[in-house]
């Protein structure tokens, strides 16, 4: 069974830190072009190679990202 994973970036709280992009080991998350209600550049998603891992979710400083496991 595959088991891949998905998250979900609150951009609305995001501050632009980059811890998330710097420990993912998948490349998964960018920071956007447009910036949010706050000014600044938040997280996204770049690609479907997110293992669910988990990491990102922990190193966020305002807790706004939520990592999913998908089981297909
Ligand atoms: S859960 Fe892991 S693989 Fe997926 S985006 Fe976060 S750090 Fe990257
Ligand atoms: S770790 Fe959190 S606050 Fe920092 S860039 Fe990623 S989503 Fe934004």
Do not use: W
Request: hydrophobic content about 35%.
């Amino acid at each position: 069974m595959k088991v891949k994973g998905k998250i979900k970036i609150d951009q609305e709280y995001c501050k632009s830190c980059g811890f998330c992009i710097v420990h993912c080991p998948k490349q998964v998350i960018v920071l956007a072009r447009i910036y949010n209600l706050a000014g600044y550049y938040p997280a996204e998603v770049a690609n479907d190679d997110c293992t669910g891992c988990g990491v990102c979710g922990l190193v966020c400083p305002e807790a706004c990202i939520e990592v999913y496991l998908e089981q297909p």
